[in-house]
């Protein structure tokens, strides 16, 4: 059986794509937030949509004509974070030797994106604690005192709560950055956000490329959709973009698909199923495995939580 695209109308906020009600009903939440002022910590998997949604918040603010700044603070060792937010004065340290405004002065009336906050060193977040309290700073080096007027957003993949309780993370910040906490859900999680994203990248590479992949083998289609995503709609652009560079012709088949999607062992150990002889294999195995459900999964190249929504899915207890 071959899959087609069956013409999906996603909705579109700025690009973020979905025909999920989950995800229509967290965007209206942000549309709402994003009218605030309030400081906004999103949470979620990676390429999940964070940054994404971050810029979505700032530009449906009232702050949307002003700058967008983003720092990945898992990125940058302590002291660049400091110069890149804070600026410095000339011979503020090794290396300065030219005064540099940092994106606290830049950022100005604007909204500034903190990603993976979670990793941010203990003396910064000291700093930035007064700049969210008192609304100012003072840059490296120097003895000025400076105002700034930022929205903040942060994003992280990690519970702060955790980061407190290992000493990791001050308690006053974290309440300061998440007075608006919400969660991104998992590309799995989204209803048929799966599949229409997989149409919607597929498009996007027929549009850039000779090939035009025009439907999907069955067998590819059970492992794209058995698949546990763990790097969400990022790995699912990559997963698309690989495949089509690697096959031909106008159907995207099994064997095109990168080794992740395809399962870990080796070639003809792995067992691959169709729609009609699914429920029998996974019978037939938790048999041989005496019910070992990790052995199972493990056979069969997917992850526990795939196997437990197949047995669920196939009422197999
Ligand atoms: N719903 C979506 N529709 C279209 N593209 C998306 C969607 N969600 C994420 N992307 C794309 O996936 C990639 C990862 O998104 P990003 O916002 O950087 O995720 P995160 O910050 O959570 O890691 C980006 O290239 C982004 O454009
Ligand atoms: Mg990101």
Redesign the pocket.
């Known amino acids: 059986m071959m899959h087609t695209n069956p013409g999906y109308q ?1 909705h579109s906020y700025q ?4 025909v999920s009600k989950r ?1 229509q009903q967290f965007m209206a939440k942000v549309e709402k937030v994003a009218r605030t002022n309030a400081s906004v910590l ?1 949470r ?11 810029r979505y918040i700032h530009r449906c603010s009232p702050r949307g004509v002003g700058a967008f700044s983003a720092v990945n603070c898992a990125a940058l060792s302590g002291e660049l974070m400091a110069s890149e937010l804070f600026g410095h004065k000339k011979g503020a340290f090794t290396g300065a030797t030219h005064d540099r405004r940092g994106l606290l002065e830049l950022t100005n009336g604007g909204s500034l994106f903190l ?1 993976e906050i979670a990793e941010m060193p203990l003396d910064i977040q000291a700093r930035l604690l007064r700049v969210l309290q008192d609304r100012c700073f003072t840059p490296l080096g120097s003895s000025q005192l400076m105002t700034t007027d930022i929205r903040l957003i942060s ?1 992280t ?1 990690q519970s702060l709560r955790k980061r407190v309780a290992e000493g990791a993370f001050r308690e006053d910040l974290m309440y300061r950055v998440r007075v608006i906490p919400m969660f ?1 859900p998992k590309l799995v999680e989204r209803g048929e ?1 799966l599949s229409m ?1 997989i149409w ?1 990248f597929i498009d996007r590479f027929n549009a850039i490329s000779e090939r035009r992949i025009e439907s999907i083998d069955s067998k590819a289609w059970n492992a794209l959709m058995s698949y546990e995503w763990p790097g ?3 790995e ?2 990559n997963v698309i973009e690989y495949c089509h560079a690697i096959g031909d012709g106008s159907v995207l088949l099994f064997d095109d698909l990168n080794p992740d999607l395809k399962g870990e062992g080796p070639a003809d150990e792995q067992l691959y199923f169709d729609d009609e002889n699914e429920r029998d294999q996974i019978l037939e195995l938790l048999r041989r495995y005496r019910g070992r459900k990790l052995e199972v999964a493990q056979k069969l190249g997917i992850s526990r939580a795939t196997l437990w929504r197949k047995l669920k899915l196939y009422g197999i207890d």
């Not at 690009?15 to 979905?18: H, M, P, Q, R, V």
Request: hydrophobic share 40%.
């Open positions: 996603p690009g973020l794509l979905t995800m999103l979620g998997e990676t390429g999940t949509g964070k940054e994404m949604v971050a990603d994003a993949h991104l956000d994203l919607h969400n709609v990022r699912l652009s």
